[in-house]
């Protein structure tokens, strides 16, 4: 299964000029400018395209998860793409930027791998086409981990990166997430026992001929449309998709994609790990008030979610096997020890945006990171005036598909506790004095 990100071209566009605004040296001329060059490096398809006037900027392009061609009729895709899309390749030769990209040596879970291949696609441009004047990891879906890392781990090469549909929490907090849903889904559906368990899936499982078999008349099925919307919110997912009322025969594509990833795709790096690397040992589960009103109102008791909600309470007994936990801790789970910028589509880029963001800011009294940083993650945060110039701040980041309309809660609890901190501290205290 192919997983398509879709991005806006002249969002892309803005925050990848933004990233150039790093000073470096001139660039030298590219050899006989325009290329269009492909070939395989150490066994990884490569393409570079440069355009006639570079403007000295190469954008390296980490692609998101590939199925591997690991049952009968799948096909690999090798392709060696140069931007998220190919509808932005030739708006970004336009602007000037060089583009290169890689399949990476393998498909599937190849992070490792992933990492080495784009590294030396950089140095192979640098050698054998110019030394750019800046070079920037464009990333995408599980391609963010190798941008991620590669910041992190080669700092020298890279001079920024921009991370579209970010996994910047780490790979075992993110297929952890996926516990729940998988859950919810044996609570109310029931796993077939050739699938594996809810911790463990069969290692050849297959997503196109056995998990589609049994959830495609489950999708289908209108009547079913409350439970999948249970399993949904349980599992934290943000709506998206069908609207109830849902028309006949839906099939909303939330559940295909992470049914997709949830078996066939975790099957893939169960092989490599050596084990089964999932664990819900930390959860708990519950709803919302409110999404259990809502959930009534379109055809499922309240009674009926409880006794779902104490099934799978009753189960989270579910353990990793270290050493396949650790296999996928390794260059996907981050320091953060970033010293050049990373940007998500929400990071503002904007100069006059940036002091009218300020401004209101100071109106209102508080600071909010609305995705700016990490999507997903909204930061609200308020200054402590020990001081007549304050240095010193309080604040909480919540994941958004938690929120749910508790922004004046979390704001007033900030407000106070950092009330309570500035009444207890010495009279112009500052961090100077610690």
Same mark, same amino acid.
């Given at each position: 299964?192919?997983?398509?990100?879709?991005?806006?071209?002249?969002?892309?566009?803005?925050?990848?000029?933004?990233?150039?605004? @790093?000073?470096?040296?001139?660039?030298?001329?590219?050899?006989?400018?325009?290329?269009?060059? #492909?070939?395989?490096?150490?066994?990884?398809?490569?393409?570079?395209?440069?355009?006639?006037?570079?403007?000295?900027?190469?954008?390296?392009?980490?692609?998101?998860?590939?199925?591997?061609?690991?049952?009968?009729?799948?096909?690999?895709?090798?392709?060696?793409?140069?931007?998220?899309?190919?509808?932005?390749?030739?708006?970004?030769?336009?602007?000037?930027?060089?583009?290169?990209?890689?399949? /990476?040596?393998?498909?599937?879970?190849? *992070?490792?791998?992933?990492?080495?291949?784009?590294? &030396?696609?950089?140095?192979?441009?640098?050698?054998?086409?110019?030394?750019?004047?800046?070079?920037? *990891?464009?990333?995408?879906?599980?391609?963010?981990?190798?941008?991620?890392? #590669?910041?992190?781990?080669? &700092?020298?090469?890279?001079?920024?990166?921009?991370?579209?549909?970010?996994?910047?929490?780490?790979?075992?907090?993110?297929?952890?997430?996926?516990?729940?849903?998988?859950?919810? /889904?044996?609570? @109310?559906?029931? *796993?077939?026992?050739?699938?594996?368990?809810?911790?463990?899936?069969?290692?050849?499982?297959?997503?196109?001929?056995?998990?589609?078999?049994?959830?495609?008349?489950?999708?289908?099925?209108?009547?079913?449309?409350?439970?999948?919307?249970?399993?949904?919110?349980?599992?934290?997912?943000?709506?998206?998709?069908?609207?109830?009322?849902?028309?006949?025969?839906?099939?909303?594509?939330?559940?295909?994609?992470?049914?997709?990833?949830?078996?066939?795709?975790?099957?893939?790096?169960?092989?490599?790990?050596?084990?089964?690397?999932?664990?819900?040992?930390?959860?708990?589960?519950?709803?919302?008030?409110?999404?259990?009103?809502?959930?009534?109102?379109?055809?499922?008791?309240?009674?009926? %979610?409880?006794?779902?909600?104490?099934?799978?309470?009753?189960?989270?007994?579910?353990?990793?096997?270290? #050493?396949?936990?650790?296999?996928?801790?390794?260059?996907?789970?981050?320091?953060?020890?970033?010293?050049?910028? @990373?940007?998500? %589509?929400?990071?503002?880029?904007?100069?006059?945006?940036?002091?009218?963001?300020?401004?209101?800011?100071?109106?209102?009294?508080?600071?909010?990171?609305?995705?700016?940083?990490?999507?997903?993650?909204?930061?609200?945060?308020?200054?402590?005036?020990?001081?007549?110039?304050? #240095?010193?701040?309080?604040?909480?980041?919540?994941?958004?598909?938690?929120?749910?309309?508790?922004?004046?809660? *979390?704001?007033?609890?900030?407000?106070?506790?950092? &009330?309570?901190?500035?009444?207890?501290?010495?009279?112009?205290?500052?961090?100077?004095?610690?």
């Amino acid at each position: 299964m192919k997983v398509i990100a879709r991005v806006s071209v002249a969002l892309v566009v803005v925050l990848l000029l933004s990233l150039t605004l @790093i000073d470096r040296s001139p660039a030298a001329k590219a050899k006989a400018a325009p290329l269009d060059l #492909s070939g395989e490096i150490h066994g990884a398809p490569y393409r570079i395209r440069v355009p006639d006037v570079w403007n000295g900027t190469l954008l390296i392009f980490a692609h998101g998860y590939r199925d591997k061609a690991d049952h009968p009729g799948e096909i690999d895709n090798r392709n060696a793409d140069v931007a998220p899309s190919a509808a932005l390749e030739a708006p970004l030769l336009a602007q000037g930027f060089a583009l290169a990209g890689t399949a /990476y040596k393998d498909n599937g879970w190849a *992070i490792e791998d992933a990492i080495q291949d784009v590294r &030396n696609l950089a140095i192979f441009f640098r050698e054998n086409v110019a030394p750019p004047q800046r070079t920037i *990891i464009v990333a995408a879906s599980l391609g963010t981990f190798v941008g991620y890392k #590669s910041m992190e781990q080669f &700092n020298g090469i890279y001079d920024g990166a921009l991370c579209l549909c970010s996994v910047g929490a780490g790979a075992t907090r993110l297929w952890d997430s996926g516990v729940p849903l998988y859950l919810a /889904y044996d609570v @109310i559906f029931g *796993i077939p026992p050739s699938w594996g368990t809810v911790g463990e899936v069969r290692n050849d499982i297959d997503f196109d001929t056995e998990v589609l078999a049994k959830l495609v008349p489950e999708l289908s099925n209108i009547a079913n449309f409350p439970k999948f919307e249970f399993i949904r919110l349980v599992a934290k997912n943000p709506g998206r998709g069908i609207i109830p009322p849902p028309p006949p025969q839906f099939f909303p594509g939330w559940a295909l994609t992470d049914f997709f990833f949830l078996t066939e795709a975790r099957a893939e790096l169960q092989r490599r790990a050596g084990g089964p690397f999932v664990q819900n040992l930390d959860q708990s589960y519950d709803l919302l008030p409110a999404e259990k009103a809502y959930l009534a109102g379109i055809g499922l008791p309240t009674p009926v %979610v409880d006794a779902w909600l104490a099934q799978m309470n009753a189960r989270r007994n579910i353990q990793a096997k270290p #050493s396949a936990r650790n296999y996928v801790r390794n260059n996907t789970d981050f320091n953060g020890k970033i010293r050049n910028p @990373i940007l998500t %589509v929400h990071t503002i880029t904007d100069y006059d945006v940036l002091i009218a963001d300020l401004e209101e800011t100071q109106r209102r009294g508080y600071a909010l990171d609305h995705e700016e940083n990490v999507l997903g993650l909204r930061c609200f945060a308020f200054a402590l005036r020990f001081s007549e110039r304050s #240095s010193d701040a309080i604040s909480c980041s919540v994941p958004i598909e938690r929120l749910n309309g508790r922004e004046p809660e *979390i704001i007033e609890s900030l407000r106070r506790t950092k &009330n309570s901190i500035e009444r207890m501290a010495p009279v112009n205290f500052s961090r100077d004095y610690l």
